[in-house]
């Protein structure tokens, strides 16, 4: 029998599993498309009109790579934030950019801290890099952070990861309690602050930014507020020793022309901005409305998604799930103890949540009925 | 005095060069634009009308997250090449694969074969995973097949990296031989074969497709002759366990939906492909004519670009890249030893060549005069 060049003993351990699986995965697996795509945490309102037309301006230049340096961005961006353009580096998404933290910081054996039921995606990285996943359960709907702060401790941990606002729950600290939990964590161990849903979040939510900072990396998106997705774009606000660290290891001619031009005329756009907050607003409280008609509680949320308390366990929600999945609604929900009890329905348009609110009674029957 | 989180010592380890400046970082280094882009191997002839439309058309949809398997494009691109979509995987240019592949294949210390002198993105992954790297010289101005088969015998190599066509130098080798190089090759050593360049090479400079073949990973890109740099997306065809293994490691939501659709929309328009290929013949024998009439030797080349002898030593060739670059003329040159001599124009559209006539002269005369 002929051999095969072996992966290393680590990737050959790995599984071939997912942190998720694509809409249109499923609806290849249905055989027909969804009704209301409000499970990946989209931004269903899209991205601005003046946006668009960047893009479509930029078209016929797609023959040159991008900028690897992501310059103009980064200036923009460092304008915006006040820092320097040397605190940031712009990456193929949270995604993409938490993949080089964890390669940094990280390698076999490494202790990483996140919380039982947070982001799956930064827990597929530490897998890949054998660093060891050392979990703290929710506090009630939220990350502990005492919790995780006394397990970074305990395990001398080289990265912990929060998110703040959180994913999947929708529920937040202030920025004066994040500012703390930073303050309790070794000087070694750096924060991995992913605040992804930062512009949907409520005044005093998020701490102050201090760049600086040796031990903090905060992770923002175009793909929330900004409505970008499907460009693939984050960015990372740190030390500037941190920031050129990723140069180190990252794929430089990675981020697309298109998406540098997206994400800078999006950054222009407050106007834009502004409106997709109150939209992603009022669309979080016809969601609560909704679930409440229900008999059902919606966790408050500082994101662009609400998290709705199906009132019994995980099995029963995800019954729920799947009659929505019937009816052509696509959710998501988390799978940690405890927290599987809820579904966690992304805003969008009008029409798309009318779909959800036509399925919810029949599915919640047809889940009871199970 | 405060502590800070330390890298891994694999990474503190690495310098912070980058494989490539970009063009745009030398504009923003001379301060001012350059007139003649014909550096990076682009293809200034753009993508085709058809596919700046099909971005056009899909720009409003870039809230929604791409699919994350490249679907719908890798199984246009399976059933163009006549292999399964199970032996094809997408990834953001060659340049994000090849990390994938040196990730999988190899780590500290891990013997890895390339030529001296050929693709400097290859061998920043492997230094980037801690591979130790083992060059052969070129044979001429084409990679040595059985320096390179023989030192992956004698190392017992994991991984040996092939370009065919080759860049820096625009040679090729027949498929016949590269199939006998593959045979030659221990069962145990995974070749990549980067035919980034495959589009425009003369018929019978390919091996025949044999995917299931369980030490050959084949790579390609919409970045050449499609004229899609900026949107970063390579393909790599290979057997189907070890194109599964991607799946472990890759950043799964990494491909933008606006490339996905470009990139389908640029497959199907066979009749711009044999347009690009027809300019980039006639752009070659043009720059190959204009090296001539100014006493110097163009190689043959099989790509789009034509690597130019400029007869002296590698002082000598940079002192005209300077000087072309005194003219507003961006173009590279090989940095190993012997290959030095020359300088590597890409093609272009008829006024960027015109702009690089019209410097030549006297930028040779400059780099004589020094």
């Not at 409106?275 to 409305?289: F, T, Y």
Request: with cysteine.
């Amino acid at each position: 029998m002929p051999q095969r060049p072996p992966l290393t003993p680590l990737v050959e351990s790995l599984p071939e599993t997912v942190p998720f699986v694509g809409p249109e995965t499923q609806e290849r697996l249905r055989g027909r498309p969804f009704r209301a795509r409000l499970g990946a945490n989209e931004n269903g309102f899209g991205p601005s009109p003046g946006v668009v037309e960047a893009m479509r301006a930029a078209a016929p230049e797609m023959w040159k790579y991008g900028d690897p340096e992501s310059h103009d961005l980064r200036q923009a961006l460092a304008a915006r934030l006040g820092v320097a353009s040397s605190n940031i580096v712009v990456g193929e998404g949270i995604d993409g950019l938490l993949g080089l933290v964890v390669r940094q910081y990280a390698g076999p054996g490494t202790p990483v801290v996140t919380s039982l039921g947070a982001y799956p995606t930064f827990n597929y990285h530490v897998a890949g890099f054998g660093a060891r996943l050392v979990t703290v359960p929710y506090e009630g709907d939220r990350e502990s952070l005492e919790g995780l702060a006394e397990a970074a401790r305990r395990e001398r941990a080289r990265l912990v990861y929060l998110s703040n606002p959180d994913n999947p729950m929708g529920t937040w600290w202030s920025g004066e309690e994040i500012a703390r939990f930073i303050d309790a964590l070794p000087e070694t161990t750096m924060l991995v602050l992913d605040e992804a849903y930062c512009e949907t979040a409520p005044a005093g939510a998020l701490p102050p930014l201090e760049p600086e900072r040796p031990n903090v990396l905060r992770m923002r998106t175009f793909s929330k507020v900004y409505g970008l997705a499907g460009l693939r774009c984050g960015y990372c606000i740190g030390p500037a020793e941190a920031i050129r660290a990723f140069d180190k290891v990252r794929n430089h001619f990675g981020m697309t022309r298109m998406t540098q031009a997206a994400a800078l005329a999006a950054l222009e756009d407050e106007a834009h901005l502004r409106k997709v907050v109150e939209l992603v607003d009022a669309c979080r409280r016809r969601l609560a409305a909704i679930a409440e008609r229900h008999g059902l509680a919606a966790l408050p949320s500082a994101t662009n998604f609400v998290t709705i308390d199906c009132g019994r366990d995980g099995a029963f929600a995800l019954r729920v799930l799947k009659a929505l999945d019937a009816r052509d609604v696509f959710v998501r929900k988390p799978m940690a103890p405890r927290l599987d009890r809820c579904i966690r329905v992304s805003v969008g348009p009008q029409d798309e949540v009318d779909v959800f609110e036509s399925a919810l009674a029949p599915a919640l029957e047809e889940a009871g009925a199970a």
